[in-house]
């Protein structure tokens, strides 16, 4: 069987005054459920559907773990990640489709 590839990703509001980080197997599909308000929850809630990090692995396993890591770090670890992957925060989901 083979491994299903994973990306964890990071998406904000039009502020940046909230960051959520997500696990997924398709980047795509999932950034465009958060941007067309597809699901109830947090990101529906808080408008955080701007793309402004994300990490690809070779398997869904690997990514949940990070996905854990990233989730139990501090804000400010989280926004240097942000900046070292793209300083504009630009909202970069033009770029992966």
Avoid at 16 to 44: C, D, M, P, W
Avoid at 52 to 76: F, H, M, P, Q, S
Avoid at 77 to 86: A, R
Wanted: net charge positive.
């Amino acid at each position: 069987m083979k491994n299903k590839q994973g990306y964890i990703y990071i998406v904000t509001n039009y502020t940046h005054s909230v960051v959520y980080i997500g696990v997924t197997s398709n980047l795509t599909a999932r950034i465009f459920q958060h941007k067309h308000k597809v699901a109830e929850g947090f990101t529906n809630k808080y408008n955080v559907n701007h793309l402004v990090y994300y990490e690809v692995y070779d398997n869904i396993v690997d990514a949940i773990a990070r996905e854990k890591y990233l989730k139990g770090k501090t804000r400010k670890y989280k926004n240097e990640l942000i900046n070292k992957f793209n300083p504009e925060w630009k909202d970069l989901y033009e770029d992966i489709i």
